[in-house]
Nanobody
Framework: VQLQASGGGLVQAGGSLRLSCAAS????????MAWYRQAPGKQRELVAT???????NYADSVKGRFTISRDDAKNTVYLQMNSLKPDDTAVYYC?????????WGQGTLVTVSS
C-alpha cells in the first residue's frame, strides 16, 4: 500500500486547509487511517484517527477545529483544518494500518503565518 498526501501549503492564521491522502496498491482491509504531524524540533504527534466504522478521535489541541473523514470508495482520508494557528505549523503525515502492517505517507508541509 502506498499513501500519497496532498493539500499542504501556506495559510494565514485563522484560515483553512484541507489535506487529502489517497491509498493505492491493494488498500483493501485497511482499518485505521490517521493524520500525524511533526513540528520542527518536536516529536511526531497524533492529530486525528478514524476507524473503518467511522469512529473518530482527536488530539485536544485540534478538537473543534479539525475534522477527519474518509471515503472508502476512493481509499482516501481527509483532514479539514479550520481556524488554523501558527502552532499548527508542521509536516503532516497520513497513516494507515491493517492487520500486521502499518503504512506512512510522505508528508505534506503546512505553514501557518501569524
Amino acid at each position: 500500500v502506498q499513501l500519497q498526501a496532498s493539500g499542504g501549503g501556506l495559510v494565514q492564521a485563522g484560515g483553512s486547509l484541507r489535506l487529502s491522502c489517497a491509498a493505492s496498491g491493494s488498500p483493501s482491509s485497511i482499518n485505521t487511517m490517521a493524520w500525524y504531524r511533526q513540528a520542527p524540533g518536536k516529536q511526531r504527534e497524533l492529530v486525528a484517527t478514524i476507524l473503518s466504522g467511522g469512529l473518530t478521535n482527536y488530539a485536544d489541541s485540534v478538537k473543534g477545529r479539525f475534522t477527519i473523514s474518509r471515503d472508502d470508495a476512493k481509499n482516501t482520508v481527509y483532514l479539514q483544518m479550520n481556524s488554523l494557528k501558527p502552532d499548527d505549523t508542521a509536516v503532516y503525515y497520513c497513516y494507515a494500518d491493517r492487520p500486521g502492517r502499518i503504512y506512512w505517507g510522505q508528508g505534506t508541509l503546512v505553514t501557518v503565518s501569524s
